[in-house]
């Protein structure tokens, strides 16, 4: 369990890494506010990750994995995976413009409602789950087959790392200000989240030969 833990916080830290709408709320919150609204914004936004991740993992543990289904679970992870690397490696880097500062709104609201209505997490999961679900360590499965404790692991895992990478923005944007922005604008973020994203979907197709 603490393995998969550690495995899908990793994954969910990377994925955050492209720049997107929570990672730039948080960034420009910190810069035209104060610490303590871009940590809670943080916390908002990756709490949804629980949601959507066990949405994922909970519906796809209901489909007998003896059926005719198993072919198409493994490879339907693939061409989400690629569609997602390709993306990340399509899209051009985030410029951020900060906003003078704006009276208290509850960040942590904001952030949740940011991070809710992204349509991406849910495919993005299941996809990831999918993947996870089929990986052996050794001779044992790393994502037990009937095991829920195995969805609560998964889905504390993509909160936590979600918030690992909005955390660290938090501390950065505090520290260095505006050359974060600079930092962030750069397209090598890009190409790392998209080079996990391709190379998780080769790995998956090498498991099929």
């Known amino acids: ?3 998969l833990f550690l495995i899908v916080c990793v994954i969910s830290f990377a994925g955050s890494l ?12 910190t810069l035209s506010q104060n610490r303590r609204a871009g940590l809670w914004l943080a916390l908002g936004g990756s709490l949804p990750e629980i949601g959507y991740s066990a949405l994922a993992a909970g519906g796809l543990m209901l489909i007998p994995m003896n059926s005719g289904w198993t072919m198409f679970l493994t490879i339907a992870p693939i061409p989400v995976l690629l569609g997602a690397g390709v993306a990340a490696f399509r899209q051009k880097p985030v410029l951020l413009t900060t906003s003078p500062v704006s009276p208290p709104a509850l960040p942590f ?5 940011l991070g809710g209505t992204n349509p991406q997490l849910l495919p993005f999961w299941s ?8 990986v052996t360590i ?4 790393l994502v ?12 504390l895992g993509t909160a936590v790392g979600a918030f690992g990478l909005l955390v660290s923005i938090v501390w950065l ?12 604008s750069g397209p090598w973020i890009n190409r790392l989240t998209g080079s996990l994203f391709i190379g998780m979907a080769l790995w998956q197709v090498v498991q099929l030969v």
């Open 1 to 3: 369990m603490l393995l």
């Open 18 to 29: 492209h720049p997107g709408t929570v990672n730039l709320a948080v960034l420009q919150t």
């Open 109 to 113: 609201w904001k952030g949740l409602a």
């Open 127 to 134: 996809a990831v789950w999918l993947y996870l679900s089929q």
């Open 138 to 141: 050794g001779s044992r499965m």
């Open 144 to 155: 037990p087959a009937g095991q829920v404790g195995s969805q609560l692991v998964f889905a």
């Open 173 to 184: 944007a505090d520290r260095q200000r505006y050359r974060i922005v600079r930092y962030l």
